[in-house]
């Protein structure tokens, strides 16, 4: 059987550039699968020739939304996507000295990442729950436990997928 990681391209966080690439994948999980979308932000670093938010505000935000459409594009909403993913290289170069990880360090609780994600252009509260889940129970990236339910069991595929886990690994 096939554990999560098998399935989902996602790598583990170990820097400021791997935590960005966590970020987009939840933004790009949007009307493709899921496969596609965790591995569209390394498409873009490579596209790049480096990935962080500082390599995408080096371009004005037209010459991204070119660089990102090429063929094949990052997205298929290519102009929605690459607008988010250029707004939130600017918010996380802005709030968070360029930093994804400063999201949830130190030790968040639960509410409070779900509300910094929510805040990033792109990501509704659906995306941000997932997030949360992938983030503790995949990653093991520390978050604590504010008493409230943030269960994924309305996220089919997700929760299928990481059955019986149906919440994310909070911490007291």
Not at 37 to 65: C, M, N, V
Request: overall charge neutral; charged content about 25%; glycine content about 6%.
């Amino acid at each position: 059987m096939n554990k999560p990681l098998d399935i989902l391209p996602i790598e583990p966080i170990v820097d400021r550039q791997s935590a960005f690439m966590f970020l987009l994948g939840i933004l790009f999980n949007q009307q493709v699968r899921s496969d596609i979308a965790w591995r569209a932000p390394y498409q873009l670093g490579k596209r790049l020739d480096g990935f962080t938010p500082e390599h995408i505000l080096i371009y004005s935000e037209s010459e991204f939304t070119e660089i990102f459409g090429r063929s094949p594009a990052i997205h298929p909403f290519v102009q929605r996507m690459a607008q988010y993913t250029y707004a939130i290289a600017r918010v996380i170069v802005n709030e968070y000295d360029g930093d994804v990880r400063k999201i949830w360090t130190p030790s968040v609780p639960a509410g409070e990442l779900v509300r910094r994600l929510v805040a990033m252009p792109g990501i509704g509260d659906h995306k941000a729950r997932i997030a949360l889940f992938v983030a503790t129970v995949q990653l093991g990236i520390r978050v604590r436990d504010d008493g409230r339910s943030y269960s994924i069991r309305d996220c089919d595929g997700l929760a299928t997928l990481f059955y019986p886990n149906e919440e994310p690994s909070l911490v007291l």
